[in-house]
């Protein structure tokens, strides 16, 4: 009620078109602002500041005419009074309260130093066009470093803080030069910075580089402030997620590679909002390129990073392409290693699709439309290559016991379910759920799954990549026929105080979803077809065509992809 009366007292002053030329605000009595209290310019007319309230005639107010006057809202419990509370300048009431609202000259804000935009917000001329016309719709939250005097945006704001300076220069307009703030006491450099960090990624338009920047940004803070001196990628996600930005270590790890290894080579294509998906696979190809340079002995690794990093700045631009990187990583190799250009296609296309180097020399450089010479020279096994354990072809099983593989004949159906536990742990891996991943030599379709990710990872990972995750879950759950298999069959591969084995024993999926986020179906498309990198969207096919596959085999020749107990022993004996 105070405060209502010293508002109705304001709006009734006789010198009421002075706060309205300075821009001080009067906020109308319909709004009240429950549990603060105001602070006002010095106040004539009145000994007690106090007693306010308890006069009958508005016009024993008179506001002071001094430009420095300013209106700032306070909480009442912070105040230690009950009624008005004099103040000259922000910094004074700021030093006054913990928190509040108030009116300061533009000299007094600076932006933020560690302001998580590097390049121009790509909406700099809307919001700027907003604020001239309707001027400045919500205040600035601010704060400010103990023993400093100016005040920075403490939640996002730098954009708007440069179009107020622009507009102030531009028009001397005091609706630009005296702006609404919102003060926020000083906690810690880091916390400011989070602050930022959540700012843009609620409002989604920071470019990864520099999200990438701000997060080193941080971990240095973070080091300085707990006098660490280093902490790890994980450590850092624990502590980003605690404070309330989720992320997960391999997120950070991406950014690391970016702001590290790519920025220094390709500053063009970054800054223009070159995004994770292609920094990944720019990762992916300086892997494989790597892989191929080491099994030709074309020289040290230093030398291959050299090589890769000159070809990154050759083809550096604003429309960066991976395809004219590939063709001329390509090209180096097929030249040095004096081979055809298609033979050193295949082998890469091998390694970026996660097949490996082996499966190169056994299926594409036999296949009857390759009648390269260069191609035929080139097709010598590789005393290096991984065995060969996922061609198709009636060879030794390998399964769980290699051992016993090379003296046992091979079960018809267990190259087609070795190659699906291969895929699903392949795709599993990436996403940190390997663990789960437990292989079925002789059953089903060659795995299942033990349990739903871990809380520990849920909890780690930002909304899209625990939209993925769940997404290709769901998707291994089906390959390996989880919801449908007899659970007699399915049972014995579970955790015992898992909630799968509780999901299967109650026979409710519900279970499931009440501890795993399950998106609609009608989402996969958008939450995991479309973010999966070129290389598991393969693994992801294949896997499916394996499942397939499995079914038509066995429908072919008679046996059951879900054997009972007593089969399923004698086949295990036999392996």
């Not at 631009?317 to 030249?335: D, F, H, I, K, M």
């Not at 999966?532 to 429908?555: K, N, P, V």
């Not at 008679?558 to 107990?565: E, I, L, N, Y």
Request: charged share 25%.
């Amino acid at each position: 009620m105070q405060l209502l009366a010293v508002l109705l007292c304001l709006e009734r002053c006789e010198e009421k078109d002075f706060l309205h030329e300075h821009s001080v605000p009067v906020l109308p009595s319909r709004q009240p602002l429950d549990g603060f209290c105001a602070v006002i310019p010095d106040c004539r007319g009145s000994t007690d500041p106090g007693s306010l309230s308890h006069l009958s005639s508005p016009s024993a107010v008179s506001v002071s005419r001094s430009p420095l006057a300013e209106v700032l809202l306070v909480p009442r419990d912070r105040t230690g009074e009950e009624g008005i509370v004099k103040a000259q300048r922000s910094g004074a009431a700021a030093n006054a309260a913990d928190t509040g609202v108030l009116q300061m000259p533009l000299s007094d804000l600076q932006a933020y130093e560690h302001n998580p935009r590097h390049g121009s917000n790509t909406e700099y001329q809307r919001i700027k066009a907003s604020i001239r016309s309707q001027g400045l719709d919500q205040p600035l939250v601010v704060t400010r470093r103990p023993g400093e005097d100016h005040y920075v945006p403490l939640v996002g704001g730098n954009t708007r803080l440069q179009v107020l300076k622009e507009l102030y220069q531009e028009t001397g307009d005091e609706r630009f030069g005296t702006i609404h703030c919102l003060y926020r006491p000083w906690t810690e450099e880091s916390q400011v910075l989070l602050a930022h960090l959540r700012e843009n990624e609620l409002r989604g338009n920071l470019i990864f580089i520099d999200k990438a920047l701000a997060v080193q940004d941080l971990k240095a803070i973070l080091e300085k402030e707990s006098r660490e001196r280093q902490i790890t990628l994980r450590r850092l996600a624990k502590i980003m997620t605690h404070r309330g930005l989720s992320i997960s270590h391999t997120m950070i790890s991406r950014m690391v590679y970016a702001a590290e290894r790519l920025l220094p080579l390709m500053p063009q294509a970054l800054n223009a909002g070159l995004g994770r998906p292609q920094i990944e696979k720019i990762h992916a190809l300086e892997k494989a390129f790597l892989t191929l340079w080491q099994r030709h002995a074309l020289g040290s690794e230093t030398e291959c990073a050299e090589t890769f990093a000159a070809l990154c700045q050759r083809y550096d631009s604003p429309e960066w392409n991976l395809q004219l990187l590939r063709t001329a990583l390509e090209n180096e190799l097929a030249e040095a290693v004096d081979v055809s250009l298609h033979s050193i296609r295949l082998r890469l296309d091998d390694l970026l699709s996660g097949r490996g180097y082996s499966e190169l020399v056994v299926e594409p450089l036999v296949s009857p439309f390759h009648p390269d010479p260069d191609l035929d020279s080139d097709a010598d096994p590789d005393p290096d290559a991984e065995p060969e354990t996922a061609v198709c072809e009636p060879e030794p099983a390998g399964g769980a016991t290699p051992a016993k593989s090379t003296t046992q004949p091979c079960h018809p159906l267990d190259t087609l379910r070795l190659r699906a536990y291969t895929l699903a742990a392949g795709l599993a891996e990436h996403y940190g759920l390997a663990p789960l991943i437990v292989q079925l030599p002789a059953q089903g379709l060659g795995f299942m799954l033990a349990d739903i990710p871990p809380r520990e990872l849920r909890d780690t990972l930002d909304p899209a990549l625990l939209a993925e995750m769940s997404c290709l879950w769901w998707h291994l759950a089906a390959c390996a026929e989880l919801t449908v298999a007899p659970p007699e069959q399915v049972l014995p591969w579970l955790a015992p105080d898992s909630v799968l084995t509780t999901a299967l024993m109650q026979r409710d999926k519900d279970v499931v979803q009440q501890h795993l986020w399950t998106l609609d179906p009608g989402q996969w498309g958008s939450r995991l077809w479309r973010p999966l990198c070129a290389s598991d969207w393969g693994d992801l096919l294949a896997l499916m065509s394996t499942y397939r596959t499995i079914h038509d085999t066995a429908e072919r020749t008679g046996m059951a992809v879900w054997s009972d107990k007593e089969e399923c022993d004698v086949h295990q004996q036999g392996i």
